[in-house]
Nanobody
Framework: QVHVVESGGGLVQPGGSRRVSCTVS????????MAWYRQAPGKERELVAG???????KYLDSVKGRFTISRDKAARTVYLQMNDLKPEDTAIYYC?????????WGQGIQVTVSS
């Protein structure tokens, strides 16, 4: 009922930039928290950045100053602008939208940082 779709993944050179997008549709209303997570092979999924109804944002320490999360409420889309990308940022990036006690996840998009 709640559909979460990410886009914008791909191969990026170290030091490069990429913007990924997450669009939500379906039976969801109001203002909701939205967040980007990532998971590298053999590692736990971790919160990269989150944006909340009051405008508060949170970032993983290793991406502070490089990544920026923002939201376009009318477009029902959250963005993650990633600058100065490093090989350590390589992972599958997932968008999460909690709604009525349930976490709704996108399928994930691969972001690979390599020369």
């Amino acid at each position: 009922q709640v559909h979460v779709v990410e886009s914008g993944g791909g191969l990026v050179q170290p030091g490069g930039s990429r913007r990924v997008s997450c669009t939500v549709s379906g039976s969801i209303f109001g203002v909701n928290p939205m967040a980007w997570y990532r998971q590298a092979p053999g590692k736990e999924r971790e919160l990269v950045a989150g944006i909340y109804p009051g405008g508060t944002t949170k970032y993983l320490d290793s991406v502070k100053g490089r990544f920026t999360i923002s939201r376009d409420k009318a477009a029902r889309t959250v963005y993650l602008q990633m600058n100065d990308l490093k090989p350590e940022d390589t992972a599958i990036y997932y968008c999460k939208v909690p709604y009525r006690g349930k976490d709704n996840w996108g399928q994930g998009i691969q972001v690979t940082v390599s020369s």
